[in-house]
């Protein structure tokens, strides 16, 4: 079955970064575009970044742009997402998920279009 285990979250201070992993088995990990999202406390889940199937293409969330960073290692079923400049605002659960469709821009942010999630992995910025 499909599995996506997301890590490398914890406790930051305002101005750091951190780097979150999310290693996918059970599918063709290659083929699919995957997502990041992250829900803050009494928030909805909200669209953070994804990235095409070959890493050719990548999409942000306006509030993270220019800090926030996705990739992916396909060799290692591996997508990643770099934060750096972190503040307060960032601290939620953060979910890594995978698309159900290929690359369509107007179709990347939302939930409903991603059919397997992680876990997730708590960050936390420290102000």
């Known amino acids: 079955q499909v599995q996506l285990v997301e890590s490398g979250g914890g406790l930051v201070q305002a101005g750091g970064s951190l780097r979150l992993s999310c290693a996918a088995s059970g599918l063709t990990f290659s083929v699919y575009t995957m997502g990041w999202f992250r829900q803050a406390p009494g928030k909805e889940r909200e669209f953070v970044a994804a990235?095409?199937?070959?890493?050719?293409?990548?999409s942000y969330a306006d509030s993270v742009k220019g800090r926030f960073t996705i990739s992916r290692d396909n060799a290692k079923n591996t997508v990643y997402l770099q934060m750096n400049s972190l503040n307060a605002e960032d601290t939620a659960v953060y979910y890594c998920?995978?698309?159900?469709?290929?690359?369509?821009?107007?179709?990347?942010?939302?939930?409903?279009?991603?059919?397997?999630w992680g876990q997730g992995t708590q960050v936390t910025v420290s102000s």
């Open positions: 990235i095409s199937w070959n890493g050719g293409s990548t």
């Open positions: 998920a995978k698309h159900r469709f290929g690359w369509t821009v107007a179709l990347l942010a939302t939930t409903s279009h991603y059919d397997y």
